[in-house]
């Protein structure tokens, strides 16, 4: 079946098959977040980006297998909800952006700069700092020697916009500063991006739109 990105809470996982990592993409809890599992298909080890809610749920796309990792994108509280279970239950290492880890009640094993290296198996993930929605907020670029690069973006990028900054022009400013210099500037029109909530889409698709969202202010 082909990838389509669109999930809805208490239905099925949407999965990307790509020929070095499984992308499992699923939506849990009220705030409908989405949660991303992530499996290396020469190892098998896997990565779930945002234990946001609904542990059960998680645990049960995780399988029997477990993850040896969790990212959490950043230190809002519906990015996190199950963390704490999920912790329990599988016993990874945790990961988050050094600025956010404070927020998050959860230990952070590994406080995360911009352009560390989050692996998953034999596969390598790209930590980008994206400053604005939250102080360390981090999205993860899997740059697929096989085809285009995939985004995992949080909260900082949405189809139509950026994330919420509240009317704050500074941070405002610094979010789209950050996500056009790290992730336009740095990454084709084919990049897929795969936002914190909702419908995923392309660089291509969001790129002309940029000056226009500046021009608005959100």
């Known amino acids: 079946m082909t990838y389509s990105g669109a999930v809805k ?13 499984m992308i499992s993409k699923v939506a849990v809890g009220a705030m409908n977040n989405n949660a991303y599992l992530l499996r290396c298909r020469a190892t098998g080890e896997q990565l779930l980006i945002d234990a946001a809610a609904d542990a059960e749920t998680l645990l049960t796309l995780i399988g029997d297998d ?6 959490t994108t950043h230190q809002h509280g519906d990015h996190w909800q199950a963390l704490g279970r999920i912790v329990e239950v599988t016993g990874p290492h945790t990961y988050a952006g050094r600025y956010d880890a404070e927020g998050i009640p959860v230990p952070t094993d ?11 198996g034999r596969v390598s993930l790209t930590a980008r700092h994206l400053v604005g929605h939250t102080p360390g907020s981090i999205a993860l670029i899997y740059d697929d020697p ?10 900082c990028l949405f189809p139509g916009g950026v994330g919420n900054t509240w ?6 400013a610094s979010l789209i500063d950050d996500v ?5 500037d740095q990454l084709s029109d084919e990049t ?11 660089l291509g698709a969001e790129r002309p739109h940029l000056q226009e969202w500046r021009e608005r202010g959100w």
């Not at 096989?146 to 909260?155: A, E, I, L, M, R």
């Not at 009317?167 to 405002?172: G, L, R, W």
């Not at 897929?192 to 392309?202: E, L, R």
């Open 66 to 71: 477990g993850i040896a990792s969790v990212v």
């Open 146 to 155: 096989h085809g285009h690069p995939h985004v995992f973006t949080g909260d």
């Open 110 to 120: 590994v406080p995360v700069e911009d352009g560390d290296t989050i692996k998953v």
């Open 192 to 202: 897929w991006v795969y936002p914190g909530h909702g419908n995923d889409t392309t």
């Open 167 to 172: 009317k704050d022009p500074k941070a405002f």
């Open 180 to 184: 056009e210099s790290k992730i336009f």
């Open 9 to 21: 809470v208490g239905g099925p996982a949407d999965v990307h098959e790509l020929q070095d990592l």
